[in-house]
């Protein structure tokens, strides 16, 4: 038997992972975009109402990924549709990992980042007028998601 080499490994796993992905418009294009920089089980992993998707979205534009207006639609579609958020649980912001941040509030990583050292520095977080003081992070995102905080 020959063994497989990483060039064929790679497109392997992701048939598989296209396998697994719910059947629609849009999936395709979904794994042709969200492929382009990571595996999609990490894509799909979050699960966001359509805002959040769209902030994901525009958040991997950012970072390089190349896709068409229409593209990114279809995405968000398919992302909306498959990958919907149900009763979004409650993040505590003194224990979640830095995804966990990212996602439920829409930071970004420096953001994510400064919420870590501060709390490092100045101990755990009790309420969400704590989080008015740190630096270089936009309170009004987490006023935005206060119903999804928790301490």
Known sequence: MFPLRPFVVLPLLSIAAF???PDGPGKEVTVKVCSQCHE???AVALKQDRDGWQVT????????M?????EIRQVIDYLSANFAAGALPKVNVNTAD???L????SLTRSETAALA???AKHGKFKSLDDLKNIPGVS???FEAHKDRLAF
Do not use: C, H, T, W
């Open 19 to 21: 396998a697994q992905l």
């Open 40 to 42: 999609i089980e990490r």
């Open 57 to 64: 979205i525009n958040k991997m534009s950012v970072l390089g």
């Open 66 to 70: 190349q896709a068409k207006p229409e």
């Open 98 to 100: 830095a995804i966990d």
């Open 102 to 105: 990212e996602s439920a509030f």
């Open 117 to 119: 050292a501060y709390r």
């Open 139 to 141: 309170f009004a995102k």
